[in-house]
């Protein structure tokens, strides 16, 4: 463990002794009593192979999921102490997703999937639509609002997907194997974005089994078995804190 | 109201980007509130129709036949001129009628048809003088029977309306038509008689004449029309007594609107019957509805688990596809209910009736389709809300 000038960000999300048990005559154990704090101003990497529990993890860290012990907070707050609903408006507000599969909603234009964002949020159609549109400036995709994602590349359908993801201006970007259905100019364009998208309030975390996308962050974590064994800085010098 | 409104048009964004799978789920709702509006609509109509037919004809009259040994042994039964009189005096009856229709008598509008009329004879009728009254009839031209006729032994006959155009007989000719080789002039003729229909072809004159002219023994009735206006079905009770005056034979009476009144009980039965297939069509359709929407809660987890990522709740979740049941209950609701009047209004004017048709029934089965869909959206919904987004998403 080699962090040691991190007390300066605030703390966005915590992880605190956090276990999950999987299964109930057969218990699997994917994460096993983890700590892990994302400050703001976080660029990092979660790397392991197959089964070390990233998955789990990105489960956790996206409060899509709670754990079997221990504590997730963001802000402080824990998430199991919120309900359904409260839980839910937390998730929408401080985490922005990106997946593998871009997973957009086939039937919605580029710009209907970045408003999905925006619902139930007390805001106007034009608000959403303009906020919507000023995210999709900011990945080079204002002119292909109208077009559904069968009409994008696989490079311009992830790109949408970031601009989703920025959209309610998130704590936290959290991208899971962002680059994994991309070429290397897409996934190298992926990974600009992500990079000009790091500022001082807000952490970007992607989980890769690529180390080459892994090397393009500033802080690795390595699980394996359930367990971090490795929290590095690294290109440090170029960081934003 | 915002939130509202948003979930709506997610509801409406999900049906439209499945436009046949919304079509076919409406069909279940739209054919059940068509069923069970055209079933009631059409009776309904047809009831006002029937309900005006008997506010013409009257539901007051009754029709005293004759029956039994009265009038003799081994004769037609008759009812004694004076059990006819004895009806007259009973409270509640405004008019009586009593008619004898003749056996065997040769009608003929000129000598050269006799052939033809001996095969197919004409109906004659020895009538008293206040038919018209009783039954409510006008006369189409002419005059009826009078007392006049009656005391001069005028040779004269009021004809029904069919035999008239039969004849060829012109309003207000001077005619003269044959009974049993006798001429007779026609004075009158007799408006058409709903109740009695046939009267329309039948000729009618004075039992005087009758007994005189065509050898009629006695001038005793076997039917009386009585006209009671109020009281009408236990006056039909008394009858028989008072013409028997407790004897065996006497008479039997009949309402003939009754029989109207029975035949839209039929219409009823057949009616409820229709509703309970619409009723079963709703329930399939809302089965239909349930689904077609579980297929489609599979078919769109992964929406469902982007949806939960992007922060909506599962009871947001839950809500979205609730109101998708609801847009297709209340579409298919109002298409069904615009298609059940379509098929009463095209039944009204087929069959000529005024199309009756309840507005608050039809808002009311469009919301029984709206409530079927919505309790059929509860499974799918539910389902969708409890979807783990982690599984649907496929991490990692």
């Known amino acids: ?241 | 109201m915002r939130r509202i409104w948003e979930l709506v048009g997610v509801a409406l964004g999900g049906l439209r980007a499945r436009k046949v799978r919304t079509a076919l789920i409406m069909l279940g709702p739209i054919l059940g509130v068509a069923a069970i509006v055209s079933a009631i609509g059409i009776n309904e109509s047809s009831k006002g129709h029937l309900k005006a037919v008997l506010s013409d004809l009257g539901t007051d009259l009754i029709v005293a036949n004759a029956q039994g040994s009265l009038g003799g042994f081994g004769s037609d039964p008759r009812i004694p001129e004076a059990a006819a009189a004895r009806v007259t005096r009973l409270p509640d009856v405004e008019s009586v009628t009593g008619t004898l229709q003749m056996a065997d008598i040769v009608t003929l509008p000129f000598e050269e048809a006799e052939d033809f009329y001996r095969a197919f004879p004409v109906p004659v009728i020895a009538t008293g003088l206040n038919l018209p009254e009783t039954l409510e009839v006008v006369l189409a031209s002419g005059r009826f029977l009078n007392d006049f006729d009656v005391s001069t032994a005028a040779r004269v006959v009021v004809i029904g309306r069919d035999l008239a155009d039969e004849y060829g007989y012109l309003r207000g000719e001077a005619r003269t038509i044959q009974l049993n080789g006798i001429d007779y002039g026609v004075v009158g003729v007799l408006d058409y008689v709903l109740l009695e229909p046939s009267m329309d072809s039948a000729v009618f004159l004075t039992f005087a004449n009758a007994e005189e002219d065509l050898g009629l023994d006695s001038r005793d009735p076997s039917r009386l029309y009585i006209r009671a206006p109020t009281n009408t079905k236990l006056v039909a009770q008394e009858v028989p007594t008072v013409i028997s005056l407790g004897g065996p034979d006497g008479a039997n009476t009949s309402v003939p609107t009754d029989l109207l009144d029975a035949q839209s009980q039929v219409d009823e039965n057949l009616n409820n019957l229709t509703k309970m297939m619409g009723g079963l069509a709703l329930i399939v359709g809302g089965v239909g509805i349930a689904n077609v929407m579980s297929i489609s809660v599979i078919q769109r987890s992964t929406e469902i688990g982007i949806r939960r990522a992007l922060g909506h709740s599962r009871g947001t979740i839950a809500v979205q596809f609730l109101l998708e049941a609801l847009v297709v209950g209340v579409l298919g609701g109002i298409l069904g209910a615009a298609a059940g009047a379509g098929v009463v209004w095209l039944t009204a004017e087929l069959r000529g009736y005024v199309m009756v048709l309840s507005v608050v029934g039809l808002v009311g089965w469009a919301m029984l389709s709206v409530a079927v869909a919505v309790v059929a959206g509860l499974y799918p919904s539910t389902k969708a809300a409890r979807l783990e987004p982690l599984e649907t998403l496929r991490l990692g």
Do not use: W
């Open chain 1, 1 to 241: 463990m080699v962090r040691g000038d991190s007390q300066v960000s605030e703390v966005l999300l915590s992880l605190d002794g956090v276990s999950r048990v999987f299964g109930d005559e057969v218990e699997v154990h994917a994460l096993r009593d983890v700590s892990l704090d994302i400050r703001a101003g976080d660029f990092l990497s979660i790397v392991g192979p197959s089964g070390s529990g990233k998955s789990t993890l990105l489960g956790l860290l996206g409060v899509l999921d709670l754990p079997s012990s221990g504590a997730v907070r963001i802000q402080g707050t824990d998430m199991a102490d919120l309900g359904d609903a409260d839980r839910s408006r937390m998730r929408g507000g401080a985490i922005g997703f990106v997946f593998q599969q871009f997973h957009l909603i086939p039937h919605l234009t580029a710009l209907g999937n970045v408003e999905t964002a925006l619902l139930y949020r007390g805001l106007s159609a034009g608000e959403r639509r303009q906020g919507a549109m000023d995210a999709l400036e900011q990945v080079d995709l204002g002119n292909r609002y109208g077009h559904t994602p069968i009409q994008l590349s696989g490079g311009e359908q992830q790109r949408v997907a970031i601009a989703r993801a920025i959209v309610t201006d998130p704590l936290m970007v959290l991208a899971d194997e962002p680059t994994g259905a991309l070429d290397s100019q897409n996934a190298s364009n992926v990974m600009d974005i992500f990079g000009d998208l790091q500022s001082s309030d807000r952490a970007i975390c992607v989980v890769t089994h690529d180390l080459g996308v892994a090397s393009r962050t500033q802080r690795r974590i390595t699980m394996l078995d359930g367990g971090i064994v490795a929290d590095e800085l690294l290109n440090v010098a170029g960081g934003a804190r």
